[in-house]
């Protein structure tokens, strides 16, 4: 359905100020053209202003908006070929489905019968063909928003923007349109950049996350890179669960070891960390507990159990610390005031130096 080739997007040295509030410090971001980047982090912190930026809403206090090769710094909304769907879905209540579809068309002239067909592709691409003469008022908040996902790919742009676009739908229907939109982005192959502070959604439909915080980008990487090697507490604790313990990083004869304890880890290959004591954040699974071992462990009591299904969670107290733990069920079972022994396995085993 996109004929076009869709744009990477990049934002050089930008600082958007509103007054003498700075609310983007000197971002500088590269988005592949036809992948998917999620922008997650707090309230506040920056994500719609950027695509306010890259949509032409907002124009930079200064740097460069580029879509492919295209300087659009200075160029309107209208002059860019940018879709956006919001978290409320902004469609007009007076008009039919498909009047709503098809009204970017007739604004740029396209004549009835090509419109036609136009708005039956796109709705046929979100499940919604033959709701045309629909009024938006006769629709369900999921189908409104399918509706405001056609609005957009109608006009088949070279990016597409997605402010929280499922934050108005209810936990199951989330699920099924996250995986809508992904499918489509695939097979359209355009460039989108998604923003949620749901860190499931944007671990679940990503190429690409960009970690913000207050103005300015904590972090960028895969999902799974981002979830493995944080590199700062904010990003390990923002992207689900972390532990956070004192450690030492030893590089000997070009290898990183991690020491917790009595215990040395071999560090992730690809990550290059720098000598000394330092903070070490460790997710619930790397962490798993044994009545007795002559592995190298933490000795600690367990304070609190909860099974929540598919496996469960534990507090374990080990030298003054808290540690959080999470054991597939299946696996052995142990009750609150055990002496137990944890041990700790890579992946997700992260020095973080700040
Ligand atoms: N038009 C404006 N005038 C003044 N300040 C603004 C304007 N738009 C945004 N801001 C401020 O810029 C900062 C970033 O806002 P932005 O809407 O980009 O945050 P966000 O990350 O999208 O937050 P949320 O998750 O709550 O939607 C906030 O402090 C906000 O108050
Ligand atoms: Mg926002």
Avoid: W
Avoid at 18 to 42: C, Y
């Amino acid at each position: 359905m996109n004929d076009n080739q869709s744009s990477g997007v990049e934002l050089k040295n930008v600082v958007m100020k509103f007054g003498e509030h700075t609310v983007l410090h000197n971002i500088d971001l590269i988005i592949q053209p036809g992948s998917l980047t999620t922008l997650l982090g707090p309230s506040g912190c920056g994500k719609t202003t950027i695509l306010r930026l890259i949509a032409g809403l907002e124009l930079p206090t200064s740097g460069q908006v580029f879509l492919g090769d295209e300087d659009v710094s200075v160029l309107s909304a209208s002059q860019r070929d940018v879709g956006m769907v919001f978290q409320s879905y902004a469609l007009f209540p007076h008009m039919t489905v498909g009047e709503n579809v098809g009204y970017g068309l007739k604004m740029m002239g396209i004549v009835p019968n090509e419109r036609t067909e136009r708005i039956k592709e796109s709705l046929d691409s979100v499940g919604l063909d033959g709701y045309q003469s629909r009024f938006i008022d006769q629709l369900s908040g999921g189908q409104q928003q399918r509706v405001a996902l056609a609005r957009a790919l109608v006009l088949k742009p070279k990016v597409m923007l997605f402010d929280e676009p499922l934050s108005n739908l209810d936990s199951k229907l989330r699920r099924q349109m996250r995986e809508d939109i992904r499918r489509l982005q695939q097979e359209l192959a355009v460039t989108a950049v998604y923003v949620t502070h749901d860190q499931d959604e944007a671990l679940a439909v990503s190429d690409e996350v960009v970690v913000m915080k207050e103005g300015g980008i904590a972090q960028q990487g895969s999902p799974k890179h981002l979830y493995l090697n944080p590199d700062s507490k904010f990003v390990a604790t923002f992207m689900g669960d972390a532990n956070i313990v004192e450690g030492e990083v030893s590089n000997v004869g070009g290898e990183s070891k991690i020491k917790i304890g009595d215990i040395e880890i071999a560090a992730d290959s690809s990550e290059h960390y720098a000598d000394g004591k330092t903070q070490i954040a460790i997710r619930p699974e790397a962490l798993s507990l044994i009545r007795s071992t002559t592995e190298p462990s933490l000795q600690g009591k367990v304070l609190s159990r909860a099974y929540i299904g598919a496996s469960t969670e534990y507090r374990v107290k080990v030298n003054g610390n808290e540690l959080f733990l999470i054991s597939p069920t299946g696996s052995e079972e142990f009750e609150i005031g055990d002496e137990v022994h944890v041990l700790i396995t890579p992946p997700g085993i992260s020095p973080i130096p700040d």
